[in-house]
């Protein structure tokens, strides 16, 4: 009897330690093999790209993600109220992005030739290298973090001047150390799309990178183009996107750049995003540029999807390409705005002590009833040298309107000098949005 409950104590022994152990090797071999598997497999990083059916398609969480987002950092309750899912920018945002419900492509402070970095000083690389990877381990946990974004044009020195190759190399080093600590978040770095052929070197010196994002405006057309001139096999998001830039755009006699009106901006938005954003399979997404108001580039209108805190066209543009679905009230239409029934690219020259008229022609969806303001600058002489840094708002000029009708305008120009200017009107349909044009002059003066 005694050598019986001794086996039976064995037995329940083994039963306690052996069993438990088969079916989590069971467990273990199922989650490699059946249809289980594959779904273990599947979610095993919070987000991850893989190739289908002649596509890329993003994931999170293992469910299907497209990036619909923006540059910025204001408005924030609007652009999720607007339908989109992600923001571009630092990680001080990541708190509120997650509030809202957003994911963030972080952006990580890596330095460029044109700010004055020397990637032949290893030493300073090296330090680099560690505040990335520092950055990346204090917050790769965050809920809200989508992907790391190595830098921002770091390809671009103005003047067009060729860059270092070693900086693709630290490029590549530092995602690297991404990818060991962190494999549940792509990396990408960000270029423009000048001196197109900097693909070749980013193919061959960075294969460490998940993709590519790219910043383009009006040539954001070429993108499909020119990644597969280039035999680029990876994925990219449109990481900076809008108007047409300043740099793309007619010119006056004077050599000014003539702005697109926020009706035209919302016209070549949808267009370029109906033609490249979705219809590109290489494409994951995009970021629209720019979810603020009143950031001087040129002017403190032109990449502002903003205008003192009311929504210009482009932002119920946004609204319509994320969700299917517009804005109950719509933004004011802006047809045309002239001076002496001259448009922008005329040659408009005024003389000094002249009366002039200005003429908007401007509608409303809605039928709201319109109000316009007026605002006349003398254009910028001196601009940034790289994405409008340093630029500020010129003074406007004051009691320069003479007469106003609903429409229109009688104004004279009092300054003798010879001087370009640029007259803004602003169309307010009281109801939150705003549209926005702005014609260049030249005064003739002594």
């Known amino acids: 009897m005694k050598q019986n409950n001794n086996i039976s104590k064995l037995f329940i022994r083994i039963k306690h330690f052996v069993f438990p152990c088969l079916i989590a090797g069971l467990a273990c071999l199922f989650s490699f093999t059946g249809k289980a598997g594959e779904k273990s497999l599947s979610s095993s990083k919070k987000v991850e790209i893989k190739p289908e059916e002649g596509k890329f398609n993003l994931y999170k969480e293992g469910e299907p993600y497209f990036i619909k987002g923006a540059v910025g950092w204001d408005f924030l309750e609007e652009l999720t109220h607007s339908g989109a899912n992600s923001l571009r920018t630092s990680p001080r945002l990541l708190d509120e992005a997650q509030r809202l419900g957003l994911t963030v492509l972080v952006n990580l402070p890596v330095a460029s ?260 303001e007026w605002e006349l600058l003398p254009e910028p002489e001196k601009f940034g040298a790289y994405a409008g840094q340093g630029e500020v708002k010129p003074t406007p000029m004051e009691n320069f309107i003479l007469a106003r009708q609903d429409h229109s305008i009688q104004f004279k120009i009092t300054d003798t000098k010879s001087k370009n200017y640029r007259l803004f009107v602003y169309v307010y349909d009281g109801k939150g949005n705003v549209g926005v044009a702005n014609v260049p002059f030249f005064v003739n003066g002594d």
Request: glycine share 4%; proline share 6%; hydrophobic share 35%.
């Open 113 to 372: 030739e044109r700010s004055g970095f020397d990637y032949n000083n290893r030493e300073a690389v090296q330090k680099q290298l560690d505040r990335v990877i520092k950055m990346v381990k204090e917050y790769k946990n965050h809920p809200a973090v989508l992907m790391w974004a190595i830098g921002n044009e770091l390809d671009h020195i103005p003047g067009d001047k060729d860059y270092n190759l070693k900086m693709w190399d630290a490029v590549n080093e530092i995602a690297a150390k991404i990818k060991k600590i962190d494999p549940d978040h792509p990396v990408m770095t960000i270029t423009g799309t000048g001196k197109m052929d900097k693909l070749k070197d980013i193919k061959e010196r960075c294969p460490n990178l998940d993709l590519l994002g790219i910043n383009a405006y009006a040539d954001i057309v070429d993108i499909p183009e020119w990644l597969r001139e280039y035999d680029w096999k990876k994925p990219y998001v449109v990481t900076e996107w809008g108007p047409s830039g300043w740099w793309q755009v007619p010119r006056n006699k004077q050599g000014v750049v003539i702005e697109e009106t926020s009706t035209e901006k919302a016209r070549v938005y949808r267009e370029r995003y109906e033609k490249v954003i979705l219809g590109d399979p290489l494409c994951l997404g995009s970021y629209v540029f720019l979810w603020t108001s009143n950031r001087q580039e040129r002017t403190h209108t032109w990449f502002n999807m903003f205008h003192n805190n009311l929504k210009t066209q482009t932002v119920e543009v946004m609204q319509y390409m994320w969700t299917g679905t517009w804005p109950e009230n719509l933004t004011p239409r802006i047809e045309k705005l002239t001076i002496n029934q001259k448009k922008a690219l005329d040659p408009i020259e005024l003389s000094p002590e002249s009366i002039n008229i200005a003429t908007v022609i401007a509608s409303d969806p809605d039928q709201d009833d319109l109000t316009m």
